[in-house]
Protein backbone atom coordinates (compact mmCIF):
# COMPACT_ATOMS: atom_id res chain seq x y z
CA UNK A 1 0.00 0.00 0.00
CA UNK A 2 1.62 3.45 -1.08
CA UNK A 3 -0.10 5.37 1.69
CA UNK A 4 -1.42 8.38 -0.03
CA UNK A 5 -4.91 9.31 0.03
CA UNK A 6 -6.77 8.80 -3.05
CA UNK A 7 -8.52 12.06 -4.45
CA UNK A 8 -12.21 12.42 -3.92
CA UNK A 9 -13.94 13.17 -7.32
CA UNK A 10 -16.95 15.32 -6.74
CA UNK A 11 -19.90 15.92 -8.99
CA UNK A 12 -18.69 18.92 -10.47
CA UNK A 13 -15.16 16.94 -10.92
CA UNK A 14 -17.12 14.07 -12.64
CA UNK A 15 -19.12 16.21 -15.57
CA UNK A 16 -15.46 17.99 -15.86
CA UNK A 17 -14.21 14.63 -17.40
CA UNK A 18 -17.23 13.76 -19.42
CA UNK A 19 -16.62 16.95 -21.17
CA UNK A 20 -13.12 16.46 -21.75
CA UNK A 21 -14.17 12.80 -23.01
CA UNK A 22 -16.59 14.27 -25.39
CA UNK A 23 -14.15 17.00 -26.59
CA UNK A 24 -11.81 14.40 -27.66
CA UNK A 25 -9.19 14.29 -24.58
CA UNK A 26 -8.37 10.40 -23.84
CA UNK A 27 -9.08 8.11 -20.94
CA UNK A 28 -4.98 8.07 -20.11
CA UNK A 29 -4.85 11.34 -20.66
CA UNK A 30 -7.50 12.54 -18.15
CA UNK A 31 -6.28 9.61 -15.46
CA UNK A 32 -2.88 10.67 -15.51
CA UNK A 33 -3.58 14.52 -15.21
CA UNK A 34 -6.41 14.40 -12.40
CA UNK A 35 -5.09 11.22 -10.88
CA UNK A 36 -8.61 9.18 -11.52
CA UNK A 37 -8.81 5.79 -11.41
CA UNK A 38 -8.61 4.12 -15.36
CA UNK A 39 -11.48 1.70 -14.27
CA UNK A 40 -13.49 4.04 -11.87
CA UNK A 41 -13.43 6.67 -15.41
CA UNK A 42 -14.23 3.92 -17.65
CA UNK A 43 -17.30 3.29 -15.41
CA UNK A 44 -18.53 6.84 -15.31
CA UNK A 45 -18.04 7.31 -18.98
CA UNK A 46 -20.38 4.17 -19.58
CA UNK A 47 -22.77 5.60 -17.42
CA UNK A 48 -22.66 9.16 -18.10
CA UNK A 49 -23.42 7.64 -21.82
CA UNK A 50 -26.28 5.67 -20.51
CA UNK A 51 -27.98 7.58 -18.24
CA UNK A 52 -26.95 11.14 -19.01
CA UNK A 53 -25.62 13.57 -16.12
CA UNK A 54 -27.78 11.52 -13.62
CA UNK A 55 -25.38 8.54 -13.97
CA UNK A 56 -22.78 10.85 -12.53
CA UNK A 57 -24.31 11.28 -9.19
CA UNK A 58 -23.23 8.74 -6.76
CA UNK A 59 -25.13 5.30 -6.57
CA UNK A 60 -25.91 3.40 -3.23
CA UNK A 61 -23.06 0.63 -2.45
CA UNK A 62 -24.15 -2.45 -2.73
CA UNK A 63 -22.96 -5.22 -0.68
CA UNK A 64 -22.04 -7.99 -2.45
CA UNK A 65 -22.46 -11.47 -1.18
CA UNK A 66 -20.77 -14.93 -2.33
CA UNK A 67 -22.82 -15.63 -4.95
CA UNK A 68 -23.44 -12.24 -6.60
CA UNK A 69 -19.55 -12.50 -6.80
CA UNK A 70 -19.56 -15.55 -8.11
CA UNK A 71 -22.43 -15.13 -10.99
CA UNK A 72 -20.21 -11.30 -11.86
CA UNK A 73 -17.05 -13.35 -11.91
CA UNK A 74 -18.73 -16.18 -14.23
CA UNK A 75 -20.49 -13.18 -16.64
CA UNK A 76 -17.22 -12.09 -17.06
CA UNK A 77 -15.40 -15.18 -17.64
CA UNK A 78 -18.27 -16.51 -19.98
CA UNK A 79 -19.03 -13.55 -22.01
CA UNK A 80 -15.23 -11.83 -21.86
CA UNK A 81 -16.90 -8.59 -20.47
CA UNK A 82 -14.35 -5.81 -19.38
CA UNK A 83 -14.84 -4.93 -15.73
CA UNK A 84 -16.33 -1.65 -16.16
CA UNK A 85 -19.09 -3.30 -18.51
CA UNK A 86 -19.77 -5.59 -15.84
CA UNK A 87 -19.64 -3.29 -13.21
CA UNK A 88 -22.62 -1.45 -15.24
CA UNK A 89 -24.53 -3.86 -15.43
CA UNK A 90 -24.29 -5.56 -11.97
CA UNK A 91 -24.23 -1.79 -10.19
CA UNK A 92 -21.19 -3.23 -8.11
Known amino acids: ?24 RSIHSICTEYGINNNQLRVLWAKYQRYGVSGLRKSEIIKADFALKSQIVLDIEENHLPLHVASLKYGA
Not at 6 to 17: E, F, G, P
Request: cysteine-free; proline content about 0%.
Open 1 to 24: MSGRKQKKHDYADRLKYMRLLESG
